[in-house]
């Protein structure tokens, strides 16, 4: 606790000592967090990371945790989100500026209002523009990378990096951003369209969302990436007979089977007893490894 007290003063954002992560997941899952961190900006950010340093203490940049699976012991060390305060966003005809905070849907909103078009079929999916860039997120044929022109990074080292597109590499759910690397702001180019166009691209992947994914309850939306080659991990799962299957408040969902889902006050534990028997049960019936989209954070395997 003494390394915090030096952290409480030199901090101008927000700071939540053993904050329970479920208040931060879509889960609605995860322990606490030793503190759990709001900065006011980048300035403040970097007076935290230069603090952390030097106290050795860990740190874990997390968005709006939509793809986190946080374990039921919480996570030491330092949990940063730029959720609430990192919310610029700043259109420049077709080139938009976003602090990593912004959530995706709202710039999905004020790019299509603008008829500019590109993300729009990224309507629905949760999280931050920071998550979203780490993930890579995409639907229905398009991923936030296509578009991306820029990005500024703060790291844990305290060093600013402003990268082209073209220095990092995106693939399918995955970047090469690293653990150490905080994305502050990003800046797209998007075109313009006329607003028929959009709003029927936009309508067909709300759609789509709806019918296929089991909306009503918490989840992180799929839990492991699909395979290369025919099968969707969701149809695999099914096939080994999981489809339903339950263990605590935690199921494997009766509707998409690559989605898990928290019907009350399910443990990271039953969720990761889940993906422990599907990627069991697949592989030893297809011999495929089924590789997790959804991002563990404070279990000791991980590490
Ligand atoms: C119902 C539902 C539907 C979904 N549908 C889709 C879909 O169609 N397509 C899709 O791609 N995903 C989908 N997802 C998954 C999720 O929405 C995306 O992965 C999203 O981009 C995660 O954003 P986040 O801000 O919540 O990131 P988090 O879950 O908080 O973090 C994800 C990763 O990014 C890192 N990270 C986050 N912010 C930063 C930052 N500023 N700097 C450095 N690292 C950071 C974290 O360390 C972590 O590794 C869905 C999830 C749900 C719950």
Same mark, same amino acid.
């Given at each position: 606790?003494?390394?915090?007290?030096?952290?409480?003063?030199?901090?101008?954002?927000?700071?939540?000592?053993?904050?329970?992560?479920?208040?931060?997941?879509?889960?609605?899952?995860?322990?606490?967090?030793?503190?759990?961190?709001?900065?006011?900006?980048?300035?403040?950010?970097?007076?935290?990371?230069?603090?952390?340093?030097?106290?050795?203490?860990?740190?874990?940049?997390?968005?709006?945790?939509?793809?986190?699976?946080?374990?039921?012991?919480?996570?030491?060390?330092?949990?940063?989100?730029?959720?609430?305060?990192?919310?610029?966003?700043?259109?420049?005809?077709?080139?938009?500026?976003?602090?990593?905070?912004?959530?995706?849907?709202?710039?999905?909103?004020?790019?299509?209002?603008?008829?500019?078009?590109?993300?729009?079929?990224?309507?629905?999916?949760?999280?931050?523009?920071?998550?979203?860039?780490?993930?890579?997120?995409?639907?229905?044929?398009?991923?936030?990378?296509?578009?991306?022109?820029?990005?500024?990074?703060?790291?844990?080292?305290?060093?600013?990096?402003?990268?082209?597109?073209?220095?990092?590499?995106?693939?399918?759910?995955?970047?090469?951003?690293?653990? @150490?690397?905080?994305? /502050?702001?990003?800046?797209?180019?998007?075109?313009?369209?006329? $607003?028929? !166009? %959009? +709003?029927?691209?936009? =309508?067909?992947?709300?759609?789509?969302?709806?019918?296929?994914?089991?909306?009503?309850?918490?989840?992180?939306?799929?839990?492991?990436?699909?395979?290369?080659?025919?099968?969707?991990?969701?149809?695999?799962?099914?096939?080994?007979?999981?489809?339903?299957?339950?263990?605590?408040?935690?199921?494997?969902?009766?509707?998409?089977?690559?989605?898990?889902?928290?019907?009350?006050?399910?443990?990271?534990? @039953?969720?990761?007893? /889940?993906?422990?028997?599907?990627?069991?049960?697949?592989?030893? $019936?297809? !011999? %495929? +490894?089924?590789?997790? =989209?959804?991002?563990?954070?404070?279990?000791?395997?991980?590490?």
């Amino acid at each position: 606790m003494n390394a915090f007290k030096k952290l409480i003063k030199i901090t101008k954002g927000t700071l939540l000592f053993e904050e329970p992560m479920r208040k931060h997941t879509s889960y609605g899952i995860g322990g606490p967090a030793e503190v759990y961190i709001i900065p006011q900006d980048s300035d403040d950010l970097l007076r935290i990371l230069n603090y952390a340093k030097e106290k050795l203490l860990s740190v874990h940049f997390i968005g709006s945790g939509s793809n986190l699976l946080v374990s039921d012991d919480g996570i030491r060390g330092l949990v940063i989100s730029p959720k609430k305060s990192f919310k610029e966003i700043k259109f420049n005809n077709n080139l938009v500026f976003a602090e990593s905070g912004v959530m995706l849907g709202s710039l999905v909103r004020k790019s299509t209002k603008r008829n500019l078009t590109g993300l729009e079929t990224l309507i629905g999916v949760p999280g931050t523009i920071g998550g979203a860039l780490v993930m890579n997120a995409g639907a229905f044929g398009s991923e936030i990378s296509n578009y991306l022109t820029s990005v500024s990074i703060i790291r844990t080292d305290g060093r600013l990096i402003k990268r082209r597109a073209n220095q990092i590499d995106f693939s399918y759910r995955n970047s090469t951003f690293e653990k @150490d690397e905080f994305i /502050l702001s990003a800046t797209f180019e998007l075109s313009e369209a006329s $607003k028929d !166009n %959009i +709003n029927e691209k936009k =309508e067909i992947a709300s759609q789509g969302r709806k019918t296929s994914q089991p909306l009503k309850y918490r989840s992180a939306g799929s839990v492991f990436k699909n395979p290369n080659g025919n099968f969707a991990a969701g149809y695999l799962i099914e096939q080994v007979g999981l489809k339903g299957y339950k263990i605590g408040n935690a199921q494997i969902s009766d509707h998409h089977a690559n989605f898990f889902v928290n019907h009350g006050n399910a443990r990271a534990d @039953d969720i990761m007893s /889940l993906i422990k028997i599907s990627k069991e049960k697949v592989f030893q $019936k297809f !011999n %495929i +490894n089924l590789e997790l =989209e959804v991002k563990p954070l404070g279990f000791s395997e991980e590490e």
